[in-house]
């Protein structure tokens, strides 16, 4: 079974994240993700770059719900 460790390790070793939290049980992921990556990059587009990123990987986590956000986004929402 994969856990919410094992998601947050599939997508730190594709994307350089300054901030990422997984919860999930087994088959349905939630996930915050803050990365430079995402920077002049629409949300749709970035909520697609993680699922190409993450690839085969996909077959195994069956579902991921994810809210992305660059730094500074992530540091305004934060205030």
Same mark, same amino acid.
């Given at each position: 079974?994969?856990?919410?460790e094992n998601v947050k390790?599939?997508i730190r070793h594709e994307?350089?994240?300054?901030?990422?939290? &997984?919860?999930?049980?087994?088959? %349905? $992921?939630? *996930?915050? #993700?803050? !990365? =430079? *990556?995402?920077?002049? &990059?629409? /949300?749709? +587009?970035? +909520?697609?770059?993680?699922?190409? =990123?993450?690839g085969d990987k996909m077959?195994? #986590? %069956? *579902?991921? !719900? /994810? =809210?992305? $956000?660059?730094?500074?986004?992530? *540091? =305004? +929402?934060?205030?």
């Amino acid at each position: 079974m994969v856990t919410p460790e094992n998601v947050k390790d599939y997508i730190r070793h594709e994307l350089d994240c300054d901030y990422l939290e &997984v919860e999930g049980d087994g088959r %349905h $992921f939630d *996930a915050v #993700i803050v !990365s =430079k *990556a995402f920077e002049g &990059v629409g /949300m749709l +587009q970035q +909520q697609r770059m993680v699922f190409q =990123k993450l690839g085969d990987k996909m077959e195994v #986590i %069956h *579902a991921l !719900s /994810m =809210k992305t $956000f660059t730094p500074e986004q992530w *540091a =305004k +929402q934060n205030k």
